[in-house]
T-cell receptor
């Protein structure tokens, strides 16, 4: 069990640029989740996949955000035309199907200049 | 409104003292319940979980939590705190909707 891996750990970019984050879940986990955490708050749910199917998206996920999990393994989260308010920690988690806890990666911290 | 409340933003305890972190939820049904810990700049580590059964659950690092249905609470406890326990602690609920709802967190400081 190598844990959930996220890349990059930190991303600094200028407002208006596009960014893409990657998440590699624990290998036998078929569910994958994205959360966003701003300073002083708990994580907030963005979206989740079961295998390659994206089954739910939060209203927090504006049309500038897109997530994919093309082969049911790793996932990417892309933010287009970044804004100051996108600055946050983006956390990925994975779990097995059923009543199983979610295991989190170390996150990608995004800073918008 | 449905929510998860952690009433204490900061708690400071002396090393070796006991600890209790509070968590209350306001949902009609009993959710699945979790406690996670987060060190600065890191992701969340699962401490313990409650799905059903025995209302006192044991977790890692000497932590335990008790589910009290009548109080809609799931408080985290540790009998003797170590300096390495300093971190931020999050209570979370799963309404069987395949997503976690988190409280705002409690920052634990440990005095030596």
């Amino acid at each position: 069990d190598t844990g959930v891996s996220q890349d990059p750990r930190h991303k600094i970019t200028k407002r208006g640029q596009n960014v893409t984050f990657r998440c590699d879940p624990i290998s036998e986990h078929n569910r994958l989740y994205w959360y966003r955490q701003t300073l002083g708050q708990g994580p907030e749910f963005l979206t989740y996949f079961q295998n390659e199917a994206q089954l739910e998206k939060s209203r927090l996920l504006s049309d500038r955000f897109s997530a994919e999990r093309p082969k049911g393994s790793f996932s990417t989260l892309e933010i287009q035309r970044t804004e100051q308010g996108d600055s946050a920690m983006y956390l990925c988690a994975s779990s097995k199907q059923g009543n199983q806890p979610q295991h989190f990666g170390d996150g990608t911290r995004l800073s918008i200049l | 409104a449905q929510s998860v409340t952690q009433p204490d933003i900061h708690i400071t305890v002396s090393e070796g003292a006991s600890l209790e972190l509070r968590c209350n939820y306001s949902y009609g049904a009993t959710p699945y319940l979790f406690w996670y810990v987060q060190s600065p700049g890191q992701g969340l580590q699962l401490l313990l979980k409650y799905f059903s059964g025995d209302t006192l659950v044991q977790g890692i690092k000497g932590f335990e939590a008790e589910f009290k249905r009548s109080q809609s609470s799931f408080n985290l406890r540790k009998p003797s705190v170590h300096w390495s326990d300093a971190a931020e602690y999050f209570c979370a609920v799963d309404l069987r909707e395949n997503k976690l709802v988190f409280g705002a967190g409690t920052i634990l400081r440990v005095k030596s």
